[in-house]
């Protein structure tokens, strides 16, 4: 198992002065670009300790919004391809369905690529509902603006000996011949998220990694979904590495400690859905058949434990997140034992996006979780046999 550390990069001064949203429309003046600039060294200090303790490392991109500043997710990345010699350096995501430009992303990917030398991991996304107003889209035709930018860029990366003309329904090009083209042959491997079983299929269809946020113990039926596909399109079971999930993560020696962290970290959570509701889920973001299942109460923020009890995790105590595997935390055998009970009950994840930080856990606290995960946890996950991906894949055909 890979095990990449993230974070949203908050500025959470402001957590408790708003107005009702802490996303797009939330004054920057309430920014102090002192603080932020501080904030930015802390954050990047982190990663680099996880470099040199055998973490890697996960980068995202947010607009307009005191819970993530990395607006700029690309800066983020440079500033780590230089800085980190180890980590593989996963950006989930870029937005690539709001982007005006895909040839600049493929242009801007390729140079992280070689920079790193071959450690990056591009995640395009789809984007949260909240990203609509910032980048000005129409969200009816966003995922197909969304698959005509990822292939440009594929295309951008593996075009080698001529240069090639692009016309498309939303980006025209002549003359494309990308400097540098990209480290890893044929393109640095590709990822992408999602919470829905229609987007899974599609991923499977791809051989794509597939990452859920927040799903919790619901996430058999998405993994499902994506074995499904994976299995009708290659003929053979996806392995435990086309599978990612992220889960926030709190290990201290002392359980009543692990506890105070994963209550902090939580924090995440709590200010995530703090958004005026005309922003939340614009007509036309979510298919038909995602938006029953939201109406139902199947989707995030409402999660499930391992027994059926539902929960919703922007209020949850941290018990209740430990239950709906949304949390991983405690003693490092306990951490251990959560994780790979997860990784069980979904018929195997090869990747854990670890969410060491959040909200207002002091930058100690964070390399002291950090440092006990990558002692005491870390090395009994690499030895963790997964689930039989064939026995998974014939429970779904079944």
């Known amino acids: 198992m890979r095990v990449y550390q993230f974070s949203e990069q908050p500025y959470y001064p402001t957590w408790n002065d708003h107005s009702g949203s802490l996303r797009v429309i939330l004054p920057n003046s309430k920014c102090d670009?002192?603080?932020?600039?501080?904030?930015?060294?802390?954050?990047?200090?982190?990663?680099?300790?996880?470099?040199?303790?055998?973490?890697?490392?996960?980068?995202?991109?947010?607009?307009?919004?005191?819970?993530?500043m990395s607006s700029a997710v690309v800066i983020g990345l440079a500033v780590l391809a230089r800085a980190t010699?180890?980590?593989?350096?996963?950006?989930l995501g870029y937005p690539i369905g709001h982007r005006p430009d895909p040839l600049r992303v493929a242009e801007e990917l390729a140079t992280i690529d070689v920079i790193s030398r071959g450690r990056l991991d591009m995640g395009f996304i789809k984007g949260i509902p909240y990203e609509i107003a910032a980048s000005n889209r129409n969200p009816v035709e966003l995922m197909e603006r969304f698959w005509e930018a990822h292939d440009f860029i594929i295309k951008a990366m593996t075009t080698h000996d001529a240069t090639f003309n692009w016309e498309g329904e939303y980006f025209h090009y002549r003359q494309v011949n990308i400097w540098p083209r990209p480290w890893q042959e044929p393109h640095p491997p590709v990822w992408s998220?999602?919470?829905?079983?229609?987007?899974?299929?599609?991923?499977?269809?791809?051989?794509?990694?597939?990452?859920?946020?927040?799903?919790?113990?619901?996430?058999r039926k998405v993994y499902d979904a994506y074995r499904k596909?994976?299995?009708?399109?290659?003929?053979?079971?996806?392995?435990?590495?086309?599978?990612?999930?992220?889960?926030l993560v709190a290990v201290a020696k002392d359980k009543e400690e692990a506890?105070?962290?994963?209550?902090?970290?939580?924090?995440?959570?709590?200010?995530?859905?703090?958004?005026?509701?005309?922003?939340?889920?614009?007509?036309?973001?979510?298919?038909?058949?995602?938006?029953?299942r939201q109406m139902r109460g199947e989707t995030p923020p409402r999660s499930f434990t391992k027994d059926g009890r539902a929960i919703n995790m922007h209020a949850a105590t941290v018990e209740e997140l430990i239950d709906a595997g949304?949390?991983?935390?405690?003693?490092?055998?306990?951490?251990?034992?959560?994780?790979?009970?997860?990784?069980?009950?979904?018929?195997g994840m090869g990747n854990?996006?670890?969410?060491?930080?959040?909200?207002?856990?002091?930058?100690?606290?964070?390399?002291?979780?950090?440092?006990?995960?990558?002692?005491e946890v870390l090395p009994r996950l690499k030895e963790?046999?997964?689930?039989?991906?064939?026995?998974?894949a014939a429970a779904v055909a079944a």
Do not use: W
């Open 193 to 219: 998220t999602t919470g829905s079983t229609t987007q899974a299929r599609v991923l499977g269809e791809r051989g794509y990694v597939m990452a859920t946020l927040g799903t919790g113990y619901g996430t």
């Open 229 to 247: 596909s994976y299995l009708a399109k290659f003929a053979r079971a996806p392995g435990a590495d086309r599978f990612a999930y992220l889960g």
């Open 259 to 292: 506890r105070r962290r994963g209550h902090l970290i939580a924090g995440y959570l709590r200010t995530s859905s703090i958004v005026h509701l005309p922003f939340r889920n614009p007509p036309g973001y979510l298919p038909a058949e995602d938006n029953a």
């Open 85 to 91: 010699k180890k980590a593989r350096l996963l950006v």
């Open 33 to 68: 670009p002192r603080i932020a600039a501080d904030l930015f060294h802390r954050y990047y200090d982190e990663y680099q300790a996880c470099d040199a303790i055998g973490i890697d490392i996960m980068l995202n991109e947010h607009h307009q919004s005191a819970t993530c």
């Open 352 to 375: 854990l996006l670890m969410m060491a930080h959040g909200g207002e856990l002091t930058h100690a606290q964070t390399i002291d979780n950090l440092t006990l995960f990558a002692a």
């Open 384 to 392: 963790y046999r997964q689930p039989d991906a064939e026995a998974a």
């Open 326 to 347: 949304i949390l991983f935390c405690g003693t490092p055998e306990e951490v251990y034992e959560q994780i790979v009970d997860f990784c069980e009950h979904c018929g």
